[in-house]
């Protein structure tokens, strides 16, 4: 099956600064890779995603990147603000299988005002 | 339009008491899921359906269990509970297999 790995677990950026976080994937399968972000006692958020015909994406502030070849794809958040505090999780979803979506562990992202 | 609810929001069971928690959703989607969050391990799925009447198990099956009996509800039963099940419980449901809402989780502790 698929297993996601993310990397690091907790981040600390000053107010302004970029943060990117990092998953590696392991189904070459996979197609879809979805962006979460999840705030104190809630459930998480769909903040952005990309498939596989796409190298890259950009909402805002927020863009992701995929490397198929590497099987390896970033969350870059530009201009911190300390509201982006939160815990980030990336996924994956194959396109055989388990019909569902394997997430990492999770990065839990500071920002110092 | 509430979008994915979960009940209840907190509970404390005993080693050996049962449980059933609740997901209703009101988007008319196909795909329901249920997943346990606990600290460093991210979200692991339990099991999901794909379509009322229907059941998968996922990754973390085992002392769950699960029913579809409409399509707008998707519940989890705990028949015993163990101390190792203690965690936040999230429901998730989508269109397609792809972008999933999640409801606000149910924490539970089982003493």
């Known amino acids: 099956g698929e297993n996601v790995e993310q990397h690091p677990s907790t981040l600390s950026v000053q107010e302004g600064d970029s943060a990117v976080i990092k998953c590696t994937y392991s189904?070459?399968?996979?197609?879809?890779f979805p962006w979460y972000k999840q705030e104190l006692g809630k459930g998480p958020q769909l903040i952005i995603d990309?498939?596989?015909?796409?190298g890259e994406k950009k909402d805002q502030r927020i863009a992701v990147t995929l490397n198929k070849t590497a099987k390896h794809f970033s969350l870059h958040i530009t201009e911190t603000q300390p509201e982006d505090s939160a815990v980030y999780f990336c996924?994956?979803?194959?396109?055989?299988?388990?019909?569902?979506?394997?997430f990492g562990s999770g990065t839990r992202l500071q920002v110092q005002p | 339009n509430a979008g994915v609810t979960q009940t209840p929001k907190f509970r404390v069971l005993k080693t050996g008491q049962s449980m059933t928690l609740l997901c209703a959703q009101d988007?008319?989607?196909?795909?329901m899921y249920w997943y346990r969050q606990d600290p460093g391990m991210g979200l692991r799925l339990i099991h999901y359906?794909?379509?009322?009447?229907?059941?998968a198990k996922g990754e973390v099956p085992d002392g769950y269990n699960v029913s579809r009996l409409k399509k707008q509800n998707f519940l989890l039963g705990l028949e015993s509970a163990a101390p190792s099940q203690t965690s936040v419980y999230f429901c998730?449901?989508?269109?397609?297999?792809?972008?999933?809402?999640f409801g606000p989780g149910t924490r539970l502790l089982v003493l």
């Open positions: 359906s794909v379509g009322e009447g229907t059941t």
């Open positions: 988007m008319n989607h196909e795909y």
């Open positions: 189904d070459s399968a996979s197609n879809y």
């Open positions: 998730a449901s989508s269109y397609r297999e792809e972008t999933q809402y």
């Open positions: 990309i498939r596989s015909n796409v």
């Open positions: 996924a994956a979803k194959g396109d055989t299988g388990r019909r569902a979506l394997t």
